[in-house]
Nanobody, 119 residues
Framework: VQLQASGGGLVQPGGSLRLSCAASGSIFSINTMGWYRQAPEKQRELVAVITSGGSTNYADSVKGRFTISRDNAKNTVYLQMNSLKPEDTAVYYC??????????????WGQGTQVTVSS
């Protein structure tokens, strides 16, 4: 199973960006999909996750500003980021966990996409 993320870039404070991450490969199910981020010299942290049923969980720092969603038919997860702040600057990684067609568990990461919030 592989993940391909896209949508990062440079945006001014208060602006918006939308990240996408598509899963491909020998997928039987994707139980959870999520976004994490890692700023320079900091540990990777959870941003938001969503289950196959649509339940979501957000980091307190992004609640009310970011929205995670998924298209199960396309095996794709999105992160709509509004009211961006300089402290949101980081490399954003998508993650997916589930089962392959051979019923093996997987937990995979995308390649990371840079989000820079700066004037």
């Amino acid at each position: 199973v592989q993940l391909q993320a896209s949508g990062g870039g440079l945006v001014q404070p208060g602006g918006s960006l939308r990240l996408s991450c598509a899963a491909s490969g020998s997928i039987f199910s994707i139980n959870t999909m999520g976004w994490y981020r890692q700023a320079p010299e900091k540990q990777r942290e959870l941003v938001a996750v969503i289950t196959s049923g649509g339940s979501t969980n957000y980091a307190d720092s992004v609640k009310g500003r970011f929205t995670i969603s998924r298209d199960n038919a396309k095996n794709t997860v999105y992160l709509q980021m509004n009211s961006l702040k300089p402290e949101d600057t980081a490399v954003y990684y998508c993650n997916a966990a589930g089962y392959t067609l051979k019923r093996s568990k997987y937990n995979v990461w995308g390649q990371g996409t840079q989000v820079t919030v700066s004037s």
